[in-house]
């Protein structure tokens, strides 16, 4: 099993910053993808940032969103400057994971962290 952990969420004024982390860990032969969504109460869950072959943002977070990788630990990362509070939302880390050289591609999931963005 392939298991996706967030952490760094929590209450932000506007304006404020956040880095957000998400580990994978278990049985990873293969990461080609990792990237971050989120869903804000009452909407879908959208594509905030992804990082593959190329970087591909939301146009809502450009310039202001950063996302990164560190492939030895699995691990991605969201930085998030001046935020607004149209940013509040649950942030959900995926990971498109091969667990062996012969198996497929499958997705998965982080449990989701709560950014808030208020004063």
């Known amino acids: 099993q392939v298991q996706l952990v967030e952490s760094g969420g929590g209450l932000v004024q506007p304006g404020g910053s956040v880095r957000l982390s998400c580990a994978a860990s278990?049985?990873?032969?293969?990461?080609?993808?990792m990237g971050w969504y989120r869903q804000a109460p009452g909407k879908e869950r959208e594509l905030v940032a992804s990082?593959?072959?190329?970087?591909v943002y939301a146009d809502s977070v450009k310039g202001r969103f950063t996302i990164s990788r560190d492939n030895l630990k699995n691990t991605v990362y969201l930085q998030m400057n001046s935020l607004k509070p149209e940013d509040t939302a649950v942030y959900y880390c995926?990971?498109?994971?091969?667990?062996?050289?012969?198996?497929?591609?499958?997705?998965?999931w982080g449990q989701g962290i709560q950014v808030t963005v208020s004063s």
């Open positions: 995926n990971a498109l994971v091969r667990r062996t050289s012969v198996s497929t591609w499958s997705t998965y």
């Open positions: 990082s593959g072959g190329a970087m």
């Open positions: 278990g049985s990873i032969f293969l990461i080609a993808a």
